[in-house]
T-cell receptor, first 116, second 112 residues
Framework: DGGITQSPKYLFRKEGQNVTLSCEQN?????MYWYRQDPGQGLRLIYY???????QKGDIAEGYSVSREKKESFPLTVTSAQKNPTAFYLC???????????????FGDGTRLSIL | QKEVEQNSGPLSVPEGAIASLNCTYS??????FFWYRQYSGKSPELIMF????GDKEDGRFTAQLNKASQYVSLLIRDSQPSDSATYLC????????????FGRGTQLTVWP
C-alpha cells in the first residue's frame, strides 16, 4: 500500500546527542514536510522540500537539519542545539497539481521524541 | 495576527446533533483549504478539502468556504461519539507543493 513510513515510533535522546528521524514515502510525491506538535498545540512547520536536493526553512528550523537526496526520503536530524526537543514529530508529503493548487498533505504515524 | 485561527473549544454536542467548526484566515489570497481530524495520540487524517466558494459535501461532512469573509467551516451532521477528536483547519496561500498554515485545532466531544 502507498503511504508514508516514519521510524522509529519512539525515540529517546541523551543530552548533547544528535538523533535522526526517518521519513520514507512511496506515493511518488514531490513535496515533503516536517512538523512538530507539542501537547495541546497545532502543527508547526520545521522544514519542507519541494524537490530533491532543495529544502526551505519553516517557522521553527533552529536546532534542526534535513536532507533530501532522494525523492522518497526526507530525514530530520534533531541536533543538540535544540534545547527542548520533546514533542511529537510528523512527516507529510503532497503531490503536484497542474492547476497549481495545493494538494492535501498525507501524514505518517509520527515519532515521539523524549529526553532521557 | 495569526495566519489561521480556530476556537480551541472544547465544543461539546450530543449524539445526533450537528457540530459546527469554524476557521478564519488572514491572507485574502489563500486558495486551498483543508480539514483534518486528529485523534488523541495519532497523526492527522484528511477529512475534506475545498477550493471554491460555497459548500462541498461528503457523507456527513460539509465544508463551507466564504472567501469574501475569509472563513471556512466544517459541519458534521448526525454527530457520533467516534467523531470526538481535534479538528485542524489548514490553509494554503497558493501554489502546488507549497506549505500549509495550520490552526491550533478545535477539540470536539460528542456525548451519547
Amino acid at each position: 500500500d502507498g503511504g508514508i513510513t516514519q521510524s522509529p515510533k519512539y525515540l529517546f535522546r541523551k543530552e548533547g546527542q544528535n538523533v535522526t528521524l526517518s521519513c520514507e514515502q512511496n506515493l511518488n510525491h514531490d513535496a515533503m514536510y516536517w512538523y512538530r506538535q507539542d501537547p495541546g498545540q497545532g502543527l508547526r512547520l520545521i522544514y519542507y522540500s519541494q524537490i530533491v536536493n532543495d529544502f526551505q526553512k519553516g517557522d521553527i528550523a533552529e536546532g534542526y537539519s534535513v536532507s533530501r537526496e532522494k525523492k522518497e526520503s526526507f530525514p530530520l536530524t534533531v541536533t543538540s542545539a535544540q534545547k527542548n526537543p520533546t514533542a511529537f514529530y510528523l512527516c507529510a508529503s503532497s503531490g503536484w497539481d497542474r492547476r497549481n493548487l495545493a494538494q492535501p498533505q498525507h501524514f505518517g504515524d509520527g515519532t515521539r521524541l523524549s529526553i532521557l | 495576527q495569526k495566519e489561521v485561527e480556530q476556537n480551541s473549544g472544547p465544543l461539546s454536542v450530543p449524539e445526533g446533533a450537528i457540530a459546527s467548526l469554524n476557521c478564519t484566515y488572514s491572507d485574502r489570497g489563500s486558495q486551498s483549504f483543508f480539514w483534518y481530524r486528529q485523534y488523541s495520540g495519532k497523526s492527522p487524517e484528511l477529512i475534506m478539502f475545498i477550493y471554491s466558494n460555497g459548500d462541498k459535501e461528503d457523507g456527513r461532512f460539509t465544508a463551507q468556504l466564504n472567501k469574501a469573509s475569509q472563513y471556512v467551516s466544517l459541519l458534521i451532521r448526525d454527530s457520533q461519539p467516534s467523531d470526538s477528536a481535534t479538528y485542524l483547519c489548514a490553509v494554503s496561500r497558493g501554489s502546488t507543493l507549497g506549505r500549509l498554515y495550520f490552526g491550533r485545532g478545535t477539540q470536539l466531544t460528542v456525548w451519547p
